[in-house]
């Protein structure tokens, strides 16, 4: 593998940064990139961006010798030219997707003003000690790891940066931390684990394999099942969408039988267990609980696994109600819970021929399938 820098080494063919570039030449939202280089790198740039089709303006700008400095020089290029927002990110970062910029930018609709996807520090932590023995292990308890692209109002991230210049402050390692330094606050989102950075050469090897395609998908399916009995009332809710009905189903949450199937589902694709080890129904707390909280619980576990949702498929059995009606909101539910497309969500429904306790009307069940991706495995 070439050596120089990382973001000029080339992973599927091409270099790290051309791959970064393509994805936010590909996000419909994008309007101007700015890109900060080494000046001894005009060359390597230059061959890097040729041939990128593009209707958007992508220009470089000298860097600085710090990764600080060289972030300043980008957003000098932002002054005064009517850009309101900007997102700060790594070049080698070469899988950020589309999914994760919409998120950043949804942020800021709502009204933040500085914005920072994070993952939950999965690994146990160690503190050294001399003689580079473990001195601790440190509470991993609401720590997470920052990754970028990090997002901010164009005007606030500007001035910070001209002001830690003034100051003599160089040392921040993120801009996030800049923000910080002048007390805004920074929301924090939910980032993407396969959104890596490109460190070490082991880093752009495995990049380069997944590229290529020269590895296996890891994609497990898990199934669930879950039954209720109907009782006396007024309705029944069933995969989120509350159905009026002579009937309710009895449990100690709301009973949704379709989202506790699809818990379950989603548990069994990284071996969790189930969804009474998660919710106990001994444990007063979920009493009349939404099981959304139960199926949003499951996929963080398999997200935190390394886990990517990709196809949700429940199926009622039920004499009643009809579940047609129904089935367009129930399959929106499901994508806003999983945050996942609606095309990957499918409800069906089917009846038991007045066969058994469902066929009698006694109860309703459901069977889930999920599939997930989890990342990669080599042949």
């Not at 599927?12 to 936010?24: A, I, M, S």
């Not at 990139?33 to 230059?46: E, K, M, R, S």
């Not at 470089?60 to 009517?82: D, H, K």
């Not at 997707?97 to 003003?113: C, F, T």
């Amino acid at each position: 593998m070439a050596e120089g820098p990382k973001q000029y080494r080339p992973i599927g063919g091409e270099p790290v940064l051309r791959h970064t570039l393509r994805r936010f030449l590909d996000w419909p939202n994008t309007a101007r990139i700015v890109v900060a280089i080494h000046q001894d790198d005009a060359d390597l740039y230059t061959a890097c961006g040729t041939g990128l089709a593009a209707d958007i303006a992508v220009e470089a700008v000298i860097g600085g010798a710090t990764r600080q400095a060289s972030v300043l020089a980008g957003l000098e290029a932002f002054a005064g030219s009517g850009v309101t927002h900007v997102m700060i990110h790594d070049a080698v970062r070469p899988f950020v997707s589309q999914r994760l910029l919409d998120a950043v930018r949804a942020a800021h609709i709502e009204g933040e003003r500085a914005v920072l996807p994070v993952t939950a520090v999965a690994d146990t932590l160690k503190q050294a000690a001399p003689g580079h023995y473990s001195g601790g292990t440190v509470p991993r308890a609401g720590l997470y790891a920052a990754q970028t692209p990090q997002s901010f109002e164009l005007d606030m991230i500007l001035a910070g940066h001209r002001a830690a210049a003034a100051a003599g402050q160089g040392e921040f390692t993120d801009d996030a931390a800049i923000a910080e330094w002048q007390e805004v606050p920074v929301k924090l989102i939910e980032g993407d684990r396969d959104n890596i950075k490109l460190t070490i050469r082991r880093d752009i090897e495995l990049a380069d394999e997944r590229m290529r395609g020269d590895m296996l998908a890891d994609i497990r399916t898990g199934n669930g099942y879950d039954v209720h009995q109907l009782v006396e009332g007024d309705g029944v809710t069933l995969c989120g969408v509350v159905i009026p009905h002579s009937q309710r189903l009895k449990g100690h949450s709301d009973a949704d039988v379709a989202l506790h199937a699809l818990t379950d589902a989603l548990l069994a694709t990284c071996g969790a267990g189930d969804i009474g080890d998660h919710f106990p129904p001994s444990d007063p707390q979920w009493r009349g609980a939404a099981s959304r909280i139960f199926l949003q619980h499951a996929a963080r576990i398999v997200r935190d696994h390394g886990g990517t949702v990709m196809n949700a498929d429940v199926t009622i059995i039920a004499e009643a109600p009809k579940i047609g009606p129904h089935r367009e909101s129930m399959r929106k539910m499901l994508a806003e819970m999983l945050e996942i497309d609606l095309e990957r969500c499918s409800v069906k429904a089917t009846t038991n021929e007045t066969i058994g306790f469902v066929g009698r009307g006694e109860g309703i069940a459901a069977i889930a399938t999920a599939t997930v991706a989890y990342g990669k495995v080599t042949k």
